[in-house]
């Protein structure tokens, strides 16, 4: 009996031993494979050529703009024209009804009649004076009357021409320059006055325009003053070239986003005003890393990595500063050298 607990105890003690060293290969597996789940990348580092593209549309230069007023107090008829039409020197925009037209062309009557008397009683009285019935002065008071008079009609008549008056209550305002209208600031039925000097309408000279891109701050270095750019249309393939005239100092908080202004030094009559161009700019950036778009991820306002030390990786934030769409890859700065990064950014985010 004492030789059969033996054997049965042997049996067990073996059983335990047999099964500690399964659950410890099991568990120096398992730890092996947490580590090769995820997968590492070197981040190369170096000098890179590369574009930098920006959002831009086709504004008129503001030296070429021409801002309607009224010229007199009225009320608005008609308008003649609508946003984005081209216009020839001259043609109508709006026509106005004005009382002033009326009082204008009132004392135009008025003018003109008086201008007739004058006119007969110089005629006259150049005929009394080579009878003798007056004198020289008498003479020359009728013909500084008629001067007068005539200078009263003149200017009534010119001013009527000023206002293009279509009849004795309303008037035209005509574009100064052939362009585009730009943009419209009144309605029909709305009273005008010279007081306010709000522009009734805008029209934009089609041959002085300017390229306002949108840039990322981020972005900013690559659009130097006097850099050239080149501006590409989504509608077909041609490219023009530009320069950078003008970087605002506003920054927009929201979109973190500055305006930049670029000179056209090839024609862009072809390309309408308010249209949505591309423009790139040819960049060389040193000592910088080239990493995969998705080691990247956007967390708290910044951008970071996964750094891989020893066993463990921790967050990085870095400096995007080159992040084409159409690569795989983006240039970053703010990694040390010869550390290895997660493949895959998100993928740390869910352990």
Do not use: W
């Not at 959002?55 to 008609?78: F, L, R, Y």
């Not at 009728?142 to 008056?165: D, E, I, R, T, V």
């Not at 910088?288 to 891989?308: A, E, H, N, R, T």
């Amino acid at each position: 009996m004492r030789l059969s607990l033996f054997i049965s105890m042997l049996a067990t003690s073996t059983f335990l031993i047999t099964g500690c060293q399964t659950d410890s290969k099991s568990a120096d597996q398992n730890e092996t494979v947490a580590e090769t789940t995820v997968a590492t990348v070197m981040p190369h580092f170096g000098n890179y050529a590369t574009q930098i593209t920006a959002t831009a549309s086709i504004q008129p230069s503001p030296d070429g703009i021409v801002s309607i007023t009224a010229p007199a107090t009225g009320t608005i008829n008609k308008i003649h024209v609508a946003i984005g039409d081209n216009v020839r020197k001259n043609s109508n925009l709006l026509t106005i009804r004005s009382a002033d037209v009326s009082d204008i062309h009132s004392n135009e009557v008025s003018a003109k009649a008086a201008y007739t008397q004058a006119k007969q009683t110089y005629t006259m009285n150049q005929e009394l004076f080579r009878l003798g019935a007056i004198t020289a002065n008498d003479l020359a008071i009728s013909l500084s009357n008629l001067q007068q008079a005539q200078a009263l009609q003149a200017g009534l008549s010119q001013k009527l021409s000023y206002y293009g008056a279509s009849s004795d209550q309303t008037f035209n305002i005509k574009t100064p320059i052939d362009g585009v209208v730009y943009d419209i600031g009144t309605h029909l039925g709305e009273k005008i006055s010279t007081d306010t000097g709000q522009p009734l309408m805008k029209i934009a000279n089609i041959h002085n325009k300017v390229i306002v891109a949108t840039v990322y701050e981020k972005n900013l270095s690559a659009f130097k003053i006097g850099k050239q750019v080149e501006i590409k249309s989504d509608n077909d393939n041609k490219i023009v070239h530009g320069v950078v005239s003008y970087i605002s100092d506003v920054l927009d908080s929201d979109n973190k986003t500055i305006k930049v202004y670029i000179k056209p030094m090839d024609n862009i009559d072809s390309l309408p005003i308010n249209m949505f161009v591309s423009v790139v700019a040819n960049v060389d950036l040193k000592n910088v890393f080239q990493v995969p778009k998705k080691s990247l991820v956007f967390k708290d306002g910044k951008f970071i990595v996964y750094i891989k030390n020893n066993k463990q990786f921790s967050p990085l934030s870095i400096q995007l500063v080159n992040d084409d769409p159409k690569d795989d890859f983006s240039l970053v700065t703010g990694i040390p050298q010869n550390t290895p990064i997660a493949q895959e950014a998100i993928a740390m985010e869910k352990e």
